[in-house]
């Protein structure tokens, strides 16, 4: 008999899968807490379920986690874990250490099908959406293992980034869930200003959003016209700029925060020049009249070799946030983390290129992983930074 994957339901979810089996609703706050805020995965071990429930669960239900394949620290305290999705594919998440709080970069795709030029997870083609269960496997393992890792009682991961692979609007049923369960009290709790969607721009989804589960959003523009913005985000075609910036403000009706955070990529010879600059003053000050109140978060590009791009010179990019910062426009530059493990933005390649040789390579990983995976890893004292790293919220 298949059984049901709890970490697919937020409490709303389990409490409808309680009454299934004939329990009281409220029951489910009781399992959704062993489950998530103690990490509990074996129902025989929580104790205060009532008997009866305790049996009905270990034959229609399980905890399903995500098999880790490896897992890599960066000198920076940066961990990376590639978890296996099945079928050749593979995920990867991100956990940033800062000494205010702890963020993890989750993804909500196998591959991506926007294909935005300079993503290598863009370049490797879409695979498949992660289901609810896999979204919050990747927050339920990083938080337990290192809690127990850190040897911490009290929670160690404070913000969450959908930045990780994929589009996370358009897989926009699986995320709303895990969305509710990253909120929900009686799970992680966190701060609606501190669970971040990050999207390229899908203009119909960002009003759902808004209306259904409003969180932190970030919206990755990098390009100040269309032309420009349709040859780096080929979903730039099909919802241009003005579009998204209408979709922006309507969302900012909505929002826990009172700005939008526009992510832009520095590409050298690109999008980088003071007058591309200049164009997003222009547009973000007088879009439809009113502009769009914002934040620029300037990320430098992390190359790699299909993409043919090249990171901005760092001077480039200061030149580029003096111009808007000078326009009132507040700008960051973020700081690069993992960048020796592979895990800055847009590195987060997972396995599902070249599908035909998965199974091999995933049979290396496993081998691989057999002496990498779950070895005790050193977290390394966060470093105190200027700048932004992935997340949105001190
Ligand atoms: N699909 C969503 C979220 C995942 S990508 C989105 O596009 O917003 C997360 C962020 O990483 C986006 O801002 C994206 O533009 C950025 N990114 C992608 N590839 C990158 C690269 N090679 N270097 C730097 N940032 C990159
Ligand atoms: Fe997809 Fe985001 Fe990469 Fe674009 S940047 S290809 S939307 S994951």
């Not at 990376?80 to 000494?99: M, Q, R, S, T, Y």
């Not at 971040?196 to 523009?221: E, F, K």
């Not at 502009?291 to 070799?305: A, E, Q, R, T, Y």
């Not at 990983?365 to 200027?386: G, M």
Request: proline share 5%.
């Amino acid at each position: 008999m298949t059984t049901v994957n709890l970490l697919d339901f937020d409490l709303e979810g389990l409490a409808a899968f309680c009454e299934r089996l004939g329990e009281k609703r409220f029951r489910a706050t009781q399992l959704f807490r062993w489950i998530h805020q103690r990490g509990e995965s074996d129902f025989t071990r929580m104790t205060d379920l009532a008997k009866s429930l305790r049996e009905k669960l270990a034959t229609a239900a399980h905890v399903q986690a995500l098999p880790v394949l490896t897992q890599h620290e960066s000198a920076d305290g940066t961990i990376k874990w590639l978890f296996d999705v099945g079928d050749g594919n593979a995920v990867e998440a991100v956990f940033i250490p800062e000494d205010d709080r702890g963020t993890l970069c989750v993804s909500s795709q196998a591959g991506c099908a926007v294909g935005c030029r300079f993503c290598s997870t863009g370049h490797q083609g879409f695979s498949r959406n992660l289901g609810t269960g896999e979204i919050v496997a990747q927050l339920w393992f990083a938080e337990h293992f290192l809690r127990k890792h850190l040897k911490r009682d009290e929670r160690v991961i404070s913000n969450v980034v959908m930045m990780g692979m994929g589009e996370p609007l358009q897989n926009y049923s699986a995320l709303v869930p895990a969305l509710r369960t990253m909120l929900d009290d009686n799970a992680y709790g966190l701060s609606r200003r501190r669970v971040t969607v990050s999207t390229s721009g899908v203009v119909p989804m960002m009003d759902r959003l808004g209306a259904d589960c409003p969180v932190a959003l970030a919206v990755s523009l990098h390009a100040p016209n269309d032309a420009l913005r349709d040859d780096l985000v080929p979903l730039n075609r099909k919802y241009p700029i003005a579009e998204l910036l209408d979709a922006c403000n309507r969302y900012l009706a909505h929002a826990p925060r009172d700005f939008i955070t526009f992510e832009y990529c520095m590409l050298d010879g690109v999008n980088d020049t003071p007058e591309h600059a200049r164009q997003l003053v222009e547009l973000v000050k007088k879009h439809a009249g009113q502009g769009v109140s914002c934040k620029f978060n300037l990320i430098p590009f992390n190359p790699f070799p299909a993409s043919g791009l090249l990171r901005s010179p760092q001077p480039r990019v200061l030149a580029f946030a003096k111009v808007l910062s000078e326009a009132g426009v507040v700008t960051t530059v973020r700081k690069t983390r993992g960048d020796d493990i592979d895990a800055a933005c847009g590195q987060l390649a997972g396995d599902v290129k070249d599908r035909t040789r998965a199974a091999e390579r995933m049979a290396q990983r496993r081998a691989a992983a057999s002496d990498s995976t779950l070895r005790p890893v050193v977290i390394h004292p966060a470093r105190k930074t200027a700048a932004h790293s992935h997340s949105q919220e001190r």
